[in-house]
């Protein structure tokens, strides 16, 4: 019987041509390093974590964050876009903003509660998990209204990390570290956690970047060049007012987007009631 597979045979020539991989152009590798080196700062963000140096972990983080607003900026900048960027950032968002701020609120408030404590930090990586992977299903929905490019839906992960930190900017400002303070603490991150995954519309403002005024470009560099000097100076309270400022504003948000809503469908509405209303007319013509 003949065997199903050729019996390999070192001496003879393959003759199957050679495949050779494409070069890389330089510019596609920038935004993947960018994105590497922020999987590194989150990763030292837990090492920190561990040995206490709770300031360094929190700066690890923000650096994170920095860098993972900058590599998809520099990919679209560089016109270096992949799905393999887009992957491996996802992947990022998930070490940097859902397993590091877990584990460095675990290991200094949450571990007084020790199981229930674990739970809470478990929750919200796995919302963060969770809340990443519906946003990437969601980038392939077509035919979306155009307002809903303007929002997200719950709160994005680098924004979910300012947030559910803010009871350790607390007790960095002072706030004496107590079992009652624990307790809420633990609850807080169940909610933030909730937050991220739920359907509330955030504003991403993402369409006020597109253009700026000439008349408020400098007031507006003159604004960002403060609030960089307000976190090295004042970072815990400048990280305090900011993730309270979220909160406050999340309101605010879902009432721009009902309204936005509302808008879109009473013009849908028209625009149905008026190509029923030549229908009629042209029927009545016939």
């Not at 003949?2 to 003759?15: L, M, T």
């Not at 077509?142 to 559910?164: C, H, I, Q, R, T």
């Not at 169940?190 to 970047?209: C, E, Q, R």
């Not at 060049?225 to 815990?236: D, R």
Request: aromatic fraction near 10%; charged fraction near 15%; glycine fraction near 6%.
């Amino acid at each position: 019987m003949q065997p199903p597979f050729a019996p390999y045979d070192p001496g003879k020539p393959n003759n199957r041509p050679h495949t050779r991989l494409r070069d890389i152009p330089l510019r596609m590798l920038v935004p993947n390093v960018l994105t590497l080196l922020a999987i590194c700062s989150g990763l030292t963000a837990i090492r920190f974590a561990i040995e206490g140096r709770i300031e360094l972990a929190l700066a690890a983080i923000i650096l994170a964050a920095v860098l993972d607003g900058i590599d998809g900026r520099v990919a679209r900048f560089l016109k270096s876009s992949s799905p393999f960027g887009a992957q491996m950032d996802s992947l990022a968002d998930f070490v940097n903003f859902g397993v590091a701020p877990a584990m460095l609120l675990y290991f200094t408030l949450l571990d007084e509660l020790r199981p229930l404590g674990w739970v809470a930090a478990l929750i919200y990586a796995m919302c963060g998990c969770l809340r990443l992977a519906r946003f990437n299903v969601q980038l392939d929905i077509p035919n979306k209204p155009a307002y809903e490019s303007d929002f997200f839906v719950g709160v994005p992960a680098p924004a979910g990390a300012m947030l559910v930190l803010l009871p350790l900017y607390l007790v960095q400002l002072g706030v004496e570290e107590t079992l009652f303070v624990d307790v809420l603490a633990t609850m807080y991150v169940v909610f933030v956690g909730y937050l991220m995954v739920s359907n509330i519309p955030t504003y991403s403002g993402k369409s006020l970047g597109k253009k700026i005024p000439s008349t408020v470009a400098l007031p507006m560099i003159l604004l960002a060049v403060v609030l960089v000097a307000m976190l090295l100076s004042y970072p815990w309270q400048s990280l305090s007012l900011a993730a309270l400022g979220y909160l406050v504003f999340i309101p605010f948000g879902v009432r721009y987007y009902n309204n936005l809503k509302l808008a879109f469908d009473q013009d849908a509405m028209a625009a149905s009631a008026e190509k029923e209303n030549i229908k009629s007319k042209d029927k009545k013509r016939r």
